[in-house]
């Protein structure tokens, strides 16, 4: 089945750059999501269509994609930031199954 | 305001049927293109798509649970519904519903709080 694999964790200093990537073989043809989930909420969505930013969403949050990778970007990540990340897509079937990255822990320290 | 609010048993036994339910507001599932999908994240782990099912009854099960998943929509109550039949413990998890909107290509904008759910003897 299809599968987005991320890196499991990322660890940036406040005001830093963090970058989290999502690699998938359907990501040319499909968009890609971000999901920001802190401990014990449910997910919220921080970027969409690859990278477009809902509104609410702070400007430092963007996203990209390129080939069968795509990138949410943190310029500036703040310690609220902390949380784990994850990419979600569908896969090339028919069907559009969805499918989520394994998820990204992002420290901010 | 739209909101999503899973129920469902808190405590299912081995081999039961699961079935939960989605309550949906300030969205009507019958809006073209509109869609719920089913998530679920077994405890400390990552999120697990389950399903979706669209205004126009379009569904889509996970390859690997398919055989054991129904999804359905009761628009009338703003209602979805999601079966899972075999309950497992490795099926314990919280289980969240989010809203498809029509502008969105199957992402999810809205989630609801999540129920948690504990398949035990």
């Known amino acids: 089945s299809y599968e987005l694999t991320q890196p499991p964790s990322v660890s940036v200093s406040p005001g830093q750059t963090a970058r989290i990537t999502c690699s998938g073989d359907a990501l040319p043809k499909k968009y890609a999501y971000w999901y920001q989930q802190k401990s014990g909420q449910a997910p919220v969505l921080v970027i969409y269509e690859d990278s477009k930013r809902p509104s609410g969403i702070p400007e430092r949050f963007s996203g990209s994609s390129s080939g069968t990778m795509a990138t949410l970007t943190i310029s500036g990540a703040q310690v609220e930031d902390e949380a784990d990340y994850y990419c979600?897509?569908?896969?090339?079937?028919?069907?559009?199954?969805?499918?989520f990255g394994g998820g990204t822990k992002l420290t901010v320290l | 305001q739209v909101t999503l609010k899973e129920s469902g048993p808190v405590l299912v036994k081995p081999t039961e049927t699961l079935t939960l339910t989605c309550t949906v507001s300030?969205?009507?599932?019958?809006?073209?293109?509109?869609?719920v999908s089913w998530i679920r994240q077994p405890p400390g782990k990552a999120l697990e798509w389950l399903a979706h099912i669209f205004s126009n009854d379009e569904k889509s099960y996970s390859t690997s649970l398919k055989s054991r998943l129904t999804i359905s929509k009761d628009t009338s109550k703003s209602q979805v519904v999601l079966t899972m039949t075999n309950m497992d413990p490795v099926d314990t998890a919280t289980y969240y519903c989010?809203?498809?909107?029509?502008?969105?290509?199957?992402?999810?904008?809205?989630w609801g709080q999540g129920t948690t759910v504990t398949v035990s003897s």
């Open positions: 979600y897509s569908t896969d090339s079937s028919g069907n559009h199954r969805g499918v």
């Open positions: 300030g969205f009507s599932l019958s809006n073209a293109r509109m869609g």
């Open positions: 989010a809203r498809i909107p029509g502008w969105l290509l199957y992402g999810m904008d809205v």
